[in-house]
Every structure is written in C-alpha cells, then in structure tokens.
C-alpha cells in the first residue's frame, strides 16, 4: 500500500534497479581506487566503467547461488570478458551491500528534507496568517485560556525546525562507506583504496567497522524519522480534535462529490489526518526493529538483514508519503474563526479566573483566600450556567477590592495575545514580514 502511494522520487529510491546501480558504482569506485595505487592496470578502468547487470540474468543465477551479491557479480562480469578479474577484488558482500545501503539512504534524506522543508513554510505562511486569530487553549481536553491559531502552529513549525536538524544529523552520520574486507581488517583491501573509493561515492570512509557499518547509524536515521512521524501524529490529531462536530474549528479539505461514508452522506470526516496517524504508528514500529538490530553477534550475523529490507525503505516511504499528505492537508485547511469565538464564549467568562485571581492578589489579597473565592463563584457559574462576571459583580469580597471598571477590564480577550508577536521574533517569523513590505 505505501508503495502505491509513495512518490515517484522515492519509490527510485528503493527500486532492484536502483540498489544495483549504485552496487555497481560501488564495485567501478573500487577497481577506479586500485587503480589508483597501482594494483591494477589503468588500461583495464575504460572498459570497466562500461560494466553492466542484467536483472534477467541476475534472478537466474540466484536460483543456484541462492545469495544475491554474488548473483550480482557474476552478471557483471559476464559483461566485461578479461577485466571480469578486478570486480569485487578483495571484497566482502557487505563493503558493496553496506556502502550502497547508505547512498540509498543519503538520497532517500534528501528527498524528505525537501518535503519536510515544503511542510515547515507551509506551516509559516499559516501561523504568520493567523497569529491573531483567537481561539480557545485546552489542556486535558477542557477549556484552558485563550490562545491564537496561529501561535498553536507557530510551535509546530519549531518542531518541525528540529525535526530537520534531526534528519540532517542523521544524514551526515549514515553518509559512510565501509570497503574494509570480511571482518574489517583491511587484510585484502588497504584503508587507501577504501578513502579512494569513498571519496569518489561521496561518502566519507567508516574510522572503523566488522563486517559491516555499525547499526546505530541506521537506528539513529530511523528514529529520526520516526520522531518527524511522531510530530505530524500530532499535527494531525489536533486537526482530529478540532473537526469534531461539538467544536468544527477546523476542516481538512472535502473535494466535490467526495463521500465521507457509505451509509451516511452527511459525513465529513478527518479520513487524512487518520491516515497519517496511521503510518505514524507504522514508522515508530520501524524504530524499535532498528534499535534492536544494532546487537549483532561477534563481527556480525545476518539477522538485521532481513529486517532492513523491511524497514529501511517502508519506513522513507511512509514518512515522504505522510509529509506530503499532511502538507496538502494544511494548504487547503478551512479554518473558521467565528466558530473559534463562539467556542470562546461557551463557558461564559470562566477562561479569565487567572486574571482575577491575579488583580485580587495584587489588591492585597492572600492567594489561598483569593482562590476560593474565584473557584467557588467558578464552580458555580459552570454547575448553574450563570455569567461568570456577573457572579464576581454581586460578590462583596471581590468589589470590596476591584471597582466596577478595574473588574470589567479584567475580561479583555486581547489580553492573551499581548505577547505573540514577540514569540513571533523569537522565530524569526516577523522579520521575513518586515522584509517583504514595500519601502
């Protein structure tokens, strides 16, 4: 299913013709390094670099090798007569496999830099958008203080702000070659030809590996993405909490004659929001298979491997689809403010208790007296459905120490976004507002 609806570019990414590619890249870089330090001819790197694989070929002599590299090998050098010799010259399958491995996984983060980038300024234009758009703040589900959309979004795209820095850092950690022999000693392939070769892959040789490049570099990439899947999970279930009917503050985007049920034609449901919150599951699963492949036996075991073949593809697939869908999600969001000041007003005044607990201890008050003060007449104004202020106006106590104006501008909406332009600086969100005006 996430191959059916991944993008193009990344479906590339983990395509048999892909991975062979860049295994014979791997395989010319190598005999290019030997080359290099003399071990063998240079003559013999013209008609090598025109080696070739033939998927067909490579899938018969699998049936009698039963292993794929040298399935691989045998193909290419059925393609090159004499200089067949040079390929995989003091190699083991996993310096060709492991080095690959990371160009894969060097392009496939490239690709989701992008789509994580597209996401964060799509997330910008809409928190600049709607900084002053009030709504209500909820914590445990419940009526908080008063926030804005647009700050509500302005946290997630300083999460999505680190979730790059994650995926960078585990870029340039995965960004290694390994051509270091069967358990890593350089006994049939110097640490020489190994810089060689790496070089021209653009990748930098591991200071040390076994068999294999270490997997906590692979745990590192996959819980990365894994944590990028985590915050659109997020993303997405506010979006779920905001559609309920009860609230409709939002809506994801409802195509003409797009259909919500089968039964019931009157719904509209969060189907994309649900469907990130889905694959999110799936990619954070992903991690943990990754953590646990990094404890491998001695040099190495092949138990990872399996695995990998799962995890590592599925894993860039669901997260590129999922960054996209969700990104299409935020573009063609409907966003109703009136609802969100009707929603203000539901529980008539309670939101601003904060603030009146505050002016009455600034009065002098004692916080515990002041408190029981304002909850009671809170707790009552809920349970009987009564103007929260009005009750503060008929309570001696409180106009005994507020005037009727200093209590009627404790209930000033504006009050709670006093201070969301300068968390707006704090990004760096402002400034590019500031540069875009005429002069």
Known sequence: MIDRYSRP????VWSDGSKYDKWLAVEVAVCEAWAEVGEIPKRAIPKIRKARYDLKRIDEIFQTTRHDVTAFIKSVTESLGDEGRFIHLGLTSNDIMDTALSLQLTEASDILAKDAAELTAVLEQKALEHRHTIMMGR???VHAEPTSFGLK??????EMRRNAKRLEDA?????????????????TVPPGVEEIACARLGLRPAPVSSQIIQRDVHAQFVTALALIAASLEKFATEIRGLQRTEVLEVEEPFGEGQTGSSAMPHKRNPELSERVCGL?????GHAVTALENVALWHER???HSSAERIILPDSCLALDYILNLFTGVMKGLKIYPERMRENLHLTRGLVFSQKVLIALIEKGMSRNHAYEIVQRNAMRAWKEKLDFPALLQKEREVTTCLSPNEL??????SYYLRYVDDIFQRLGLLQAVEKSKPH
């Open 153 to 158: 979004l302005a946290v997630w795209v300083d």
């Open 280 to 284: 999110a599951r799936l990619i954070r």
């Open 9 to 12: 570019e990344m479906k590339k």
């Open 408 to 413: 009627a501008s404790l209930f000033d909406y």
């Open 301 to 303: 075991d092949i138990s």
């Open 171 to 187: 870029r340039e950690n995965i960004a290694v070659g390994k051509i270091s022999g069967a358990v890593g000693t350089h006994a």
């Open 139 to 141: 914590t445990h589900g």
